[in-house]
T-cell receptor, first 113, second 113 residues
Framework: DSGVTQTPKHLITATGQRVTLRCSPR?????VYWYQQSLDQGLQFLIH???????AKGNILERFSAQQFPDLHSELNLSSLELGDSALYFC????????????FGPGTRLLVL | GESVGLHLPTLSVQEGDNSIINCAYS??????FIWYKQESGKGPQFIID?????DKRQGQRVTVLLNKTVKHLSLQIAATQPGDSAVYFC????????????FGSGTQLTVLP
């Protein structure tokens, strides 16, 4: 157990809908990272927050957004969902903002029908 | 753009043998590398890391070797066990103001009885 929690574990929804994925980092970690893992793309970095502020953006679509709250938990919002958004979404946390050792949560499996 | 890649997508070894998983990286600005293990249905699990000022680092049954001359990283697993069966990813972290991990495509390790 990495200490990173994610909810929900599974999510099934329809195209055009909006969903919110939640992540709680390990105790003491200030950084939260979101990744998407699909069969054809591997693990792709989406976005990084440090202590409530956005630090870096990766291959994140404009339909996707995230935020980190004062209690350091983070939410990833996916809207206008398409079939191709079906994937595993992981969050990871680390102590610093340097992007170093990141501990991953168990992931949320999203299926868009 | 530069990225981390893996030489082999699959590797099968006999239980008790040693395993070697390879990874090539092309970004000379990378100064920190991590190996992750991902079991089916789970999030990536940190195994071992190494900084660019080191050539070798050992953990419990695992050793990471870094050859900066040829930009090559390897993970050696001693006395491979059935529980080692998983996908192994290498990830690199580049110097810069917006650090993030870039993952390779992964190697599926299968331990044969």
């Amino acid at each position: 157990d990495s200490g990173v929690t994610q909810t929900p574990k599974h999510l099934i929804t329809a195209t055009g809908q909006r969903v919110t994925l939640r992540c709680s980092p390990r105790s003491g970690d200030l950084s939260v990272y979101w990744y998407q893992q699909s069969l054809d793309q591997g693990l792709q970095f989406l976005i990084h927050y440090y202590n409530g502020e956005e630090r870096a953006k990766g291959n994140i679509l404009e339909r996707f957004s995230a935020q980190q709250f004062p209690d350091l938990h983070s939410e990833l919002n996916l809207s206008s969902l398409e079939l191709g958004d079906s994937a595993l979404y992981f969050c990871a946390s680390s102590v610093t903002r340097a992007g170093e050792t990141q501990y991953f949560g168990p992931g949320t499996r999203l299926l868009v029908l | 753009g530069e990225s981390v890649g893996l030489h082999l997508p699959t590797l099968s070894v006999q239980e008790g043998d040693n395993s070697i998983i390879n990874c090539a990286y092309s970004n000379s600005a990378s100064d920190y590398f991590i190996w992750y293990k991902q079991e089916s249905g789970k999030g990536p699990q940190f195994i071992i890391d190494i900084r660019s000022n080191m050539d070798k680092r050992q953990g419990q049954r695992v050793t990471v070797l870094l050859n900066k001359t040829v930009k090559h990283l390897s993970l050696q697993i001693a006395a491979t066990q059935p529980g080692d069966s998983a996908v192994y990813f290498c990830a690199e972290n580049m110097r810069g103001s917006a650090r993030q991990l870039t993952f390779g495509s992964g190697t599926q390790l299968t331990v044969l009885p």
